[in-house]
């Protein structure tokens, strides 16, 4: 079954501390990306990798981290430095132009 | 700043009725174009992308882009309940901007019975 998967679906966290939110692919796709939605709003690219152990910010990266060790896999860390980190996180991969999200995570920091 | 813009809504349509969608873009370099249907909690899930000029058709949905005016919209044919979600428009600007989409507001879309 292919598809992206993101985990934990909710996550809680106390201010001040790092989380670190997981997504995994088995479609083959070469890029992948996070975005982040508040409620009302569109979606804002966070960070972007169109290959391994390459990465670049989006237009919110500020408090965010990344890495992209495997093909698969793309972990986004909220660190403390990120201001207002509670949103909908949402993972996606492409092929060509056309990107597939996965579930989202929902991240509450309180 | 590149923009894609999107009247938020609601948009409410009777059961059987055509929805349309609108949405304009800033950057006139756009190469691809794409609607998304987002129900409440959950994430985006793609249901159309165009390319070219005119219109694109799959079963009871219609994409039609004017790259001159900028602007591309989404047409749905006897609209059902089921429809009813956010509809996101997203644009891929081309060039070096690999995969990088921006999207508009989204429309909420309310189909009633």
């Known amino acids: 079954d292919g598809g992206i998967t993101q985990s934990p679906k909710y996550l809680f966290r106390k201010e001040g501390q790092n989380v670190t939110l997981s997504c995994e692919q088995n479609?083959?796709?070469?890029?992948m990306y996070w975005y982040r939605q508040d409620p009302g709003q569109g979606l804002r690219l966070i960070y972007y990798?169109?290959?391994?152990?390459?990465?670049q910010k989006g237009d919110i990266a500020e408090g965010y981290s990344v890495s992209r060790e495997k093909k698969e896999s793309f972990p986004l860390t909220v660190t403390s430095a990120q201001k207002n980190p509670t949103a909908f996180y949402l993972c996606?991969?492409?092929?060509?132009?056309?990107?597939?999200f996965g579930p989202g995570t929902r991240l509450t920091v309180t | 700043q590149k923009e894609v813009e999107q009247n938020s809504g609601p948009l409410s349509v009777p059961e059987g009725a055509i929805a349309s969608l609108n949405c304009t873009y800033s950057?006139?370099?756009?190469?691809?174009f794409f609607w998304y249907r987002q129900y409440s909690g959950k994430s985006p899930e793609l249901i159309m992308f165009?390319?070219?000029?005119g219109d694109k058709e799959d079963g009871r949905f219609t994409a039609q882009l004017n790259k001159a005016s900028q602007y591309v919209s989404l047409l749905i044919r006897d609209s059902q309940p089921s429809d009813s979600a956010t509809y996101l428009c997203?644009?891929?600007?081309?060039?070096?901007?690999?995969?990088?989409?921006?999207f508009g507001q989204g429309t909420i879309l309310t189909v009633h019975p």
């Open positions: 996606a991969s492409s092929i060509r132009d056309e990107q597939y």
């Open positions: 479609l083959n796709h070469d890029a």
């Open positions: 990798s169109q290959i391994v152990n390459d990465f």
């Open positions: 950057d006139r370099g756009s190469q691809s």
């Open positions: 165009i390319y070219s000029n």
């Open positions: 997203a644009v891929h600007a081309g060039g070096t901007s690999y995969g990088k989409l921006t």
